[in-house]
């Protein structure tokens, strides 16, 4: 039967939405449990990418916000429950009066760097997996679909 003229909608196995879907989930289980085997299992896989971003020379909640392209508020609550949690710090800017620098504390250092080397092992089965190639062009294909979100889709 001719499809001509009509918008077929994806199977499920091409269905962006499914596979998104699917692999963030995924992804959270994986962190989840290697998380839990860290003894961290506590933390909230969600505030992940927000923890990860804070680095050794500070960063601003807006700058949190910008970068996880979220709302200021959005990063705030995320931030105080980070503090609240042991792992961030804030400090006063040097530079403005007004501005917090927030820093990890010695705990979530030590956290910060247990998550980056179970995020390389998971970075290398990737690329043992699909090779480094085609990982590249997966990551750069949906950073322009995010782009192409980004600017606006009618």
């Known amino acids: 039967m001719a499809t001509k003229g009509k918008i077929r909608i994806p199977d499920r196995e091409d269905n962006l939405f499914a596979t998104l879907y699917i692999l963030k989930r995924a992804m959270d289980d994986w962190g989840s449990r290697n998380v839990a085997q860290l003894g961290y299992g506590d933390f909230n896989m969600t505030y992940m990418p927000f923890f990860m971003n804070i680095g050794s020379e500070g960063i601003s909640n807006n700058e949190i916000a ?3 392209r979220v709302t200021k508020q ?3 609550r995320i931030v105080r429950e980070l503090e609240a949690s042991g792992m961030v710090r804030g400090e006063k800017s040097d530079s403005d009066g007004r501005s917090v620098k927030l820093f990890l504390t010695e705990e979530g250092q030590k956290f910060q760097d247990l998550v980056a080397n179970e995020a390389i092992l ?3 089965q990737y690329m043992k997996t699909v090779g480094r190639e085609r ?3 997966a990551m750069e294909v949906l950073k322009e679909i995010i782009t192409l979100h980004e600017q606006g889709l009618p």
């Open 135 to 137: 990982y590249q062009t």
């Open 74 to 76: 959005a990063a705030s």
């Open 122 to 124: 998971l970075w290398k």
């Open 66 to 68: 910008e970068k996880m």
